[in-house]
């Protein structure tokens, strides 16, 4: 027997089997049960204990997909997935490894040894991927606002967030992935997610934000966009915006800066103008001086 089959049938028996659904009587035509899956894990479907077990997908329309044949004790016809498993002692349908294409609506048809009909279900099945890398960053807005937010992956995301102040903790009702802070919240603060087959959760101190730093209401906007940006492209910490006095003097000393080096590079220019042109003149005085000496001394020979 295959060796995840035999780890099923441990598990039903013991009945402590992670991803366990049970299909039964609650699942009927007219109320159908809702399940979920965690995706990339095993599943296990508890069919009822009838002879003869008739298990399909449902396509759009009246179109079906035939999983499990079961009757005499004998296995008819299985789906042709290596994931679909069956253990016959049991009646427990595996899904090795929860995929996507697994969800759907289901049907299961039951009759006993005489052929009579014991009841029709009805499921509907959901993969879910599970909650994982949950991460809580801040940035502060001003000295007396912070954005708190929270990122993480997985399907069908619930955030709900606590606040521990002197060791109380205190629930927030907030649901969304920011939180907006005020200057007298600190402590930690903890971000929990959750969905229907997994939870996760991150806790983070809360520092106080500088006195200095005062920004505008439309830079703070922009911080918040900032921040929901995280989601896509994972968690970001943003620095605070620097004041506008500060952006000011930045200002000022750059435009300083430029005036001086602007004059430095003119007096360059002017010096070395300057001796371009001493060393041309010095250059034709001697080339004259030279030819003055010349006629002289051929004079003074020609006598």
């Not at 049907?107 to 991927?129: M, N």
């Not at 912070?146 to 709900?160: A, E, K, M, N, T």
């Amino acid at each position: 027997m295959d060796m995840l089959v035999l780890c099923g049938v441990l598990l039903m028996f013991s009945g402590s089997a992670e991803g366990l659904i049970t299909v039964d009587s609650n699942c009927t035509s007219n109320q159908p049960c809702l399940f979920y899956g965690a995706l990339g894990r095993p599943l296990y479907l508890q069919l009822p204990s009838e002879s003869e077990l008739k298990l399909r997908k449902n396509r759009s329309g009246t179109t079906t997909e035939t999983i499990l044949t079961f009757k005499n004790q004998t296995i008819r016809h299985k789906h042709p997935d290596p994931r679909w498993q069956f253990v016959t002692e049991n009646r427990t349908m595996i899904i090795s490894r929860a995929e996507k294409n697994h969800s759907g609506n289901y049907s299961l048809d039951t009759f006993d040894s005489g052929g009579t009909d014991r009841g029709k279900y009805q499921f509907q099945l959901i993969i879910e991927a599970e909650v994982s890398s949950v991460k809580v960053t801040y940035s502060c807005l001003s000295s007396v606002d912070r954005s708190v937010y929270c990122s993480s992956d997985g399907d069908q995301l619930s955030f709900s967030w606590t606040l521990n102040v002197d060791s109380h903790g205190h629930r927030l009702t907030d649901g969304n992935r920011t939180l907006l802070l005020d200057k007298g919240s600190t402590g930690t603060i903890s971000c929990s997610v959750e969905n229907h087959v997994s939870r996760g959760s991150q806790t983070i101190d809360l520092q106080e934000c500088p006195e200095s730093t005062t920004i505008t209401r439309t830079s703070a906007a922009s911080a918040v966009s900032t921040v929901n940006l995280a989601r896509d492209n994972g968690p970001t910490t943003v620095s605070p915006v620097l004041p506008v006095s500060a952006v000011s003097r930045c200002t000022q000393q750059d435009h300083g800066f430029r005036v001086f080096v602007s004059v430095w590079l003119f007096e360059v220019i002017v010096l070395v103008s300057l001796l371009v042109g001493a060393f041309y003149i010095y250059t034709r005085i001697y080339k004259k001086q030279r030819a003055a000496e010349g006629k002289k001394r051929e004079l003074e020979e020609a006598l």
